[in-house]
């Protein structure tokens, strides 16, 4: 995955509370058997039935920060919920709350999860509502969030290890990789009679 150290994006406010992975991208688009084409279906269900849904808006249309409600990403543990939110084009969702395997799969593919506190989380999605343009920075090196044009900031926790993930663009591959040395080292030292990693020539 690529490293994510400071987003700067517009912002496009999802004013609803307990958005689960099925509403993120509903079943019938699971099928798909790569990671990326999943963003057509990305709210598909609200996208269909209202046309004023946010990112039916044209105001909206480009923004890569989500803000949400609380409990954003509860529900089944889908990763395609993440997949979809990327290949849609957003680079961060900022909630107050998230579920917690969906935290987790966001991490781990370079989605950023900003958990803030509630009474911001309410004053920055209201200013993105009425603001369509409004641009949101994300700093992983000081772990803030702010909107500079209607003088909100704060700063978000998260732990050192996923912040040096996400900094670096490690995914769980890419992390197994740094320690390919010591892998190799193991596996020369492994009878000949047990299975072993072969290292391509």
Do not use: C
């Not at 517009?10 to 958005?19: F, M």
Request: no cysteine; proline share 7%; charged share 25%.
């Amino acid at each position: 995955m690529e490293p994510v150290k400071t987003i700067t994006g517009r912002a496009a406010p999802l004013e609803r509370s307990d958005v689960d992975t099925d509403q993120i991208i509903p079943a019938s688009y699971l099928k798909r058997v790569e990671r990326t084409g999943f963003g057509e279906g990305l709210f598909a269900a609200w996208r269909e039935a209202d046309p004023t849904f946010v990112l039916n808006r044209p105001e909206f249309e480009g923004a890569s920060v989500l803000i949400a409600g609380p409990n954003f990403g509860t529900g089944s543990s889908r990763e395609h919920a993440v997949w979809a939110l990327m290949d849609y084009g957003f680079k961060a969702v900022v909630a107050p709350k998230f579920g917690d395997i969906f935290r987790n799969n966001a991490t781990k593919s370079g989605l950023v999860p900003v958990t803030v506190p509630e009474d911001f989380g309410a004053e920055l999605l209201e200013a993105a509502a009425e603001h369509p343009f409004l641009e949101v920075i994300i700093d992983l090196e000081t772990r803030t969030v702010s909107a500079p044009a209607v003088g909100l900031s704060t700063t978000f926790p998260m732990d050192d290890f996923t912040r040096h993930r996400l900094m670096e663009g490690l995914d769980d591959i890419a992390l197994t990789l740094t320690h390919g040395d010591d892998i190799a080292r193991f596996e020369r030292s492994r009878p000949e009679w047990k299975p072993r990693v072969v290292t391509p020539a």
